[in-house]
Nanobody
Framework: QVQLVESGGGLVQAGGSLRLSCVAS????????MAWHRQAPGKERELVAA???????NYADSVKGRFTISRDNAKNTAYLQMNSLQPEDTAVYYCSMAVYGGNFDWQSYWGPGTQVTVSS
């Protein structure tokens, strides 16, 4: 079994920055993709950013130039540096990872989420 835990959320003023972290633990041979998603009240969950094991990334148009996703493969950790935060970035942020646990078994895991609130 694999567990993901996010941290780093909180309350910040518009224009401020936060750095989210997501650590995976458990039976892990390898992690392919790591991604951050968010869900604002009354809205559907959306992909914010993703990074592959080799380092290639993609971002939602709404966060390009402001957010940066990175990963530390040795620590099974994903990061999301969020700069120039705006009230519309307020949401619960979730981490997901595609994990290889051995025996040809790939599974996608999700963390419980961390709240990010941006005040105007």
């Amino acid at each position: 079994q694999v567990q993901l835990v996010e941290s780093g959320g909180g309350l910040v003023q518009a224009g401020g920055s936060l750095r989210l972290s997501c650590v995976a633990s458990g039976s892990i041979f390898s992690i392919s993709s790591m991604a951050w998603h968010r869900q604002a009240p009354g809205k559907e969950r959306e992909l914010v950013a993703a990074i592959m094991r080799g380092g290639s990334t993609n971002y939602a148009d709404s966060v390009k130039g402001r957010f940066t996703i990175s990963r530390d493969n040795a620590k099974n950790t994903a990061y999301l540096q969020m700069n120039s935060l705006q009230p519309e970035d307020t949401a619960v942020y979730y981490c997901s990872m595609a994990v290889y646990g051995g025996n040809f078994d790939w599974q996608s895991y999700w963390g419980p989420g961390t709240q990010v609130t941006v005040s105007s």
